[in-house]
């Protein structure tokens, strides 16, 4: 079965603080994809990465990164110089080839707290 | 460009009443999902509707039905409505498989579904 831990719930930083948000995840496929969503206090979920199970190049977009390891099933993601913007909930979520754009298995999600 | 529209945004129903909420997806998608989010939960997948059939569920009881238009829209049904049904319900669209997927996900803002 496949599963997405967060293990962390609750994050409280100082603005231009750096964070790691940490993400494990199982599976038993040998394929498979991964995402980070982040969600405002609006409610909807905005999409800020994929990431497929060959490619462990870490990825860098302005503050965000990546950091993928397939060794130890791990797909952590940091903010550089946190923002009071930044401020929201962060889920990690999986998924297998075959159901790209359907069935994503969510962590529980960290909620980001970044002060002024 | 209108992304994924949900209504109603907050509604309050009794044990036993039934409910239906709708979602209109971006434009240019056809394959609608429907995620229940509780509170301090990451969301869980309900069901996909690609072409106006089902085309995946998941761990989720009958009570729990859906549609989908010719205009791709979708409807969510939930008839004899428990107090654990209450959530946030969210719609996300995307284009098919094969179909220049990235797998990324649309989400509306969502229903919040107050079950008393």
């Known amino acids: 079965a496949q599963k997405v831990t967060q293990a962390q719930t609750e994050i409280s930083v100082v603005e231009k603080e750096d964070v790691t948000l940490d993400c494990v995840y199982e599976?038993?496929?040998?394929?498979?994809?991964l995402f980070w969503y982040k969600q405002p206090p609006s409610g909807e979920l905005v999409f800020l990465i994929r990431r497929n199970s060959f490619d462990e190049q870490n990825e860098i977009s302005g503050r965000y990164s990546w950091n993928f390891q397939k060794s130890t099933s791990s797909f952590n993601f940091t903010i550089t110089a946190s923002q009071v913007v930044d401020s929201a909930v962060y889920f990690c979520?999986?998924?297998?080839?075959?159901?790209?754009?359907?069935?994503?298995?969510f962590g529980q999600g960290t909620e980001l707290s970044v002060k002024p | 460009d209108a992304g994924v529209t949900q209504s109603p945004t907050h509604l309050i129903k009794t044990r036993g009443q039934q409910v239906t909420l709708r979602c209109s997806p971006k434009?240019?998608?056809?394959?609608v999902s429907w995620y229940q989010q509780a509170l301090g939960q990451g969301p869980q997948f309900i069901f996909q509707?690609?072409?106006?059939?089902?085309?995946q569920r998941g761990n989720f009881p009958d009570r729990f039905s859906g549609h989908q238009f010719p205009n791709y829209s979708s409807e969510l049904n939930v008839n004899a409505l428990l107090l654990g049904d209450s959530a946030l319900y969210l719609c996300?669209?995307?284009?098919?498989?094969?179909?220049?997927?990235?797998?990324?996900?649309?989400f509306g803002e969502g229903s919040r579904l107050t079950v008393l």
């Open positions: 996300a669209s995307s284009v098919p498989q094969g179909r220049r997927n990235t797998g990324e996900l649309f």
């Open positions: 979520a999986l998924t297998d080839i075959y159901n790209q754009g359907g069935k994503l298995i």
């Open positions: 509707y690609y072409e106006e059939e089902e085309r």
């Open positions: 599976t038993r496929d040998t394929t498979y994809y």
């Open positions: 434009s240019g998608h056809d394959t």
